[in-house]
C-alpha cells in the first residue's frame, strides 16, 4: 500500500528557498549603500517576506486540517415508506436549515419537502432520485444524501453510497427489516460504512425494541448498542430514555411540521418521573428496561461502531418529531463518557485510486476498469485536489434547462475558478472549474472553496459522466468507477412525432447521462439505429417518458423486449464471435453499450448461468464496468 504525498511532506520544497529569500535580504541590510530606505522599512521587508515565503506554494490545493475536522457526510438508507424523506426533514428542521420542515404528501398549506422536488416525485409520494442538502451545524458542516427507498432506483442508491462516509439506517417499528434494507445493509458492509441505526415510528403499535435488536443481530450479525430507548409505543408513546445521560425526555406532541416541546427527567427523581409518566405499567417497564440492559447490553466501543461492528441504536418518531433532535445531538457529540469524538460518524476517509505518473505515458492506463482497485491510497489531506463524479442531474432549473455534476471532494480544496484533470481526457488537458454550487434539494448557492467531504455541483455542458475523476497536479488519477446494475427490463424507445427530433434526442442524451437507464444499440451501430433502453426496473422506464414530456416537451413510444437479464462479455468481441459462431449464444441477443462493448441479453437466468458456466471464456460478468481512463 502506498499513500500519496501529504503538504508536510511537500514542504521541503518551499522552506529551503525561504531560507535563501531571508539570507539574501538579511546580507543587502548589511550593506546599508545598497537602499536608501530607513533600516525599518527594511526590516519590516524582510519580515513581510520571510512570512509570505513560509507560506504554501500558491499551486498546493491542500485543504486545512480544521476544515476536514469540521466535515460530516451520511447517507440515508432504508425500505420504501419507511419515513426516509421526512426524517431527512426533520434532521433539516432541528439542524436549523429549514424553520417548518415539509410533507410527503402535501395537505392543505402544507409546503413539499427540500429533498423530493421532482413533479414525479410530489405526485407519487415517493424519492425517484437522490438528492443533496448541505448545512452548517454548531461547528460542524453536513452533507446529508436523501437515497430512493424502491428498488427500480437502487442503482441511484448505490451511487450515493458511493460518496457517503457514514449511513444511518432507517427501519420501520412495525415491521423491522424489509427486504430492501438488507440489499442496502450489504452494500453499506462491502463499502465498510458506520452504521446508524433509527426505529421510526414509534407512534405507532411497533415490535419490542428487543426483537428489532434481536433481527438486527440475526440476519446481520451486527451488535447493537441502544442510544435512546422507548417509553411505550403507539399512542402510548411518551417518549425516550437517553442511556448516556440516564435522563428520560417526554415529549409533548407538536404541530406537523414543527420542534416537539420536550420535558427532562432525570433517573433518579423517579417520583416526577412517575407522575409525568403518568402510567404504571410504562413506568416499571421503563425500570426493569434500564436494568436488563446494564446487565446484557455490551458497552458502546466507537472502534467497533466505525468498523462496522457495533451500530448505535436510536427509537423515534420523525413524523411527530419524537427523539429526532437526540439523534442528532447524540451523533453529534459521542461520546464525553468515552472521550471520543464521532459527530455524525466518521470524518472524511481516504481513498484507494490508481495513479499513472506524467511520464509513464497512458499506454498501460488504457486497460485499467473498474476491477482496479488502486493502490495508491489518497487521503483528505493529500496535497492536491481530487474528486469523482458520483451523480448528474439535468433541469435543476427548469427555466434554464442546466445540467449539473456531483463531485465528491476526496482530498485537497476546491477553489473558484480552478483547473483540473480529467480521468478521460488526454494527458495535459485541462478543464477551468469557473464556479461551483453547494446543493440544497433543487436549492443551490454559489460557493468560491469547498473541502474533502463536501458534494458540490459543477456545470457539465456534456463532459463529465458518472464515475469520472477530477484532480489537479501532474499525476492523472482515476478512483474506482462506479458500476452499473444488470438490468432486467429492455424497451425499444421512439420519437412518434419527427418534428420533435432535436428535443427528443437531447431529452434522451441528458436523462442517459444522469444514469436514469442504460442504453443499448445493435452492433457497431454510431447512433443512426434503434435504441434500446435497459432498466433494473419497469418504474424507471416510466421516469424516462414523465420527464421527457415535463422536462422536454416530447411524447414517446416504448416497445418492451422479451428479455429479462443482461450479462457483459468481458473477453470482447473475439470471444462473442467465436461462442456466435459455435452455436453456443442461440436465441440470445448481441448488443453493445456506450463503450461499445458486447452485452448479451438472456431470457432466463437458466440460460444465462448455463453459458456463464460452459463458455468461460466469454468472461461474463452481471454488471458494466467502466474504463477509468481513455
Known sequence: MRYASSPSSASPCWCAPARCVLLLLCSLV??????????????RSVLRATEEAALPPPTSHAAPKSEIDRRRNLAIISHPDSGKTTMTEKLLLYGGALQTAGAVRMKGEQRGTKSDF????????ISISSTVMSFDYNSLHINILDTPGH???????????????????????????????????EVCRMRGLPLFTFVNKMDRPALTPYEIMDQIEAEFGLETFPMLWPIGDGDRFKGVLDRMENVVHLFDRAERGTKSLVRQIPMTDLETLKQYINDEELYQKLLEDQEILQELVSPLDMDRVMAGQQSPLFFGSAMTNFGVQLFLDKTHRMLPATKKFCSMGSKPSARFATKQGEGKGRKASLDATIDDEGDELVPPEYEEFTGFVFKTQANLDPKHRDRLAYVRIVSGSYQ???????????????????????????????????????????????????????????????????????????????????????????GIDQLLAE?????????????????????????QFEVVQARLKSEYGVDSVLEPINYNLARWADGGWEAVDKADKDGKLFGIMILQDRWKRPVLLFRNDWKAASVTEEEQYLELKPWSKPPLFE
Open 151 to 185: 428498488q427500480d432506483f437502487s442503482e441511484d442508491t448505490y451511487r450515493a453510497l458511493a460518496a457517503a462516509d457514514n449511513a444511518v439506517m432507517l427501519l420501520d417499528a412495525a415491521k423491522g427489516l424489509e427486504p430492501q434494507t438488507r440489499k442496502l445493509f
Open 30 to 43: 548589511a550593506s546599508s549603500s545598497a537602499f536608501h530606505a530607513p533600516r525599518s522599512v527594511i526590516a
Open 118 to 125: 421532482m413533479e414525479m416525485e410530489r405526485e407519487r409520494g
Open 515 to 539: 444514469g436514469a437507464v442504460q442504453a443499448l444499440r445493435q452492433r457497431n451501430d454510431d447512433g443512426g439505429g434503434p435504441l434500446i433502453l435497459a432498466a433494473v426496473g419497469q418504474l
Open 416 to 506: 473558484k475558478g480552478m483547473k483540473v484533470g480529467h480521468s478521460r481526457s488526454k494527458m495535459g488537458k485541462k478543464y477551468n472549474l469557473a464556479q461551483a454550487q453547494a446543493l440544497f434539494g433543487s436549492d443551490r448557492e454559489t460557493v468560491d472553496i469547498a473541502y474533502p467531504g463536501d458534494v458540490i455541483g459543477i456545470n457539465n455542458p456534456g463532459n463529465f459522466a458518472i464515475g469520472d475523476t477530477l484532480f489537479t497536479g501532474n499525476n492523472l488519477i482515476a478512483f474506482p468507477g462506479i458500476p452499473s446494475f444488470s438490468p432486467e427490463v429492455f424497451a425499444y424507445i421512439r420519437n412518434p412525432n419527427p418534428s420533435t427530433y432535436k428535443s427528443f434526442q437531447k
